[in-house]
């Protein structure tokens, strides 16, 4: 049965092969990152899909994430390793995005850290722009 948030989910307007040829990588990441409005939603559905799929048959890019990158968060998840979301690395020049932006919004994705109301708020008003304008050039410069 089909989800809510799947009716939003963006790829259904695209060609499937995008999330899962190796030659498109880079661009089903753009998709999902700059402009799925359910990215959240995909992702946690789709750790929860995979909790039982081996690290290494991790198959196609969802919300952003290769089947590495997901391994990763979802190992991550099950260590309940503390993750400092504003705190720059040690060793790192440039701080992280504050919370409240879009940025910060697909670190917590990235990192499989929760997501708070700041940064969810950033992302639709992101993609609220996005309808709006066709660009999410003024909100990602934030
Ligand atoms: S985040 Fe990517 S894979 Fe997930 S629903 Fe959106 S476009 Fe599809
Ligand atoms: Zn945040």
Known sequence: MEREWELRALCRGYDPEIWFS??????????????????????????ARESQT??????????????????????????????????????????PAPCGTRSAYNRHLRKGEPVDAACRAANNRAYAEYRATGSTKASTRR
């Open 54 to 95: 081996a690290d290494t048959s991790r198959a196609g890019i969802f919300a952003g994430l290769t089947g590495a990158q997901r391994a990763a968060v979802a190992a991550e998840r099950r260590g309940q390793l503390p993750v400092a979301a504003t705190t720059a690395p040690p060793g790192s020049g440039r701080p």
């Open 22 to 47: 190796t030659e498109t990588v880079a661009q089903a990441k753009a998709l999902c990152m700059q402009e799925c409005p359910v990215q959240e939603e995909c992702l946690e559905a789709t750790l």
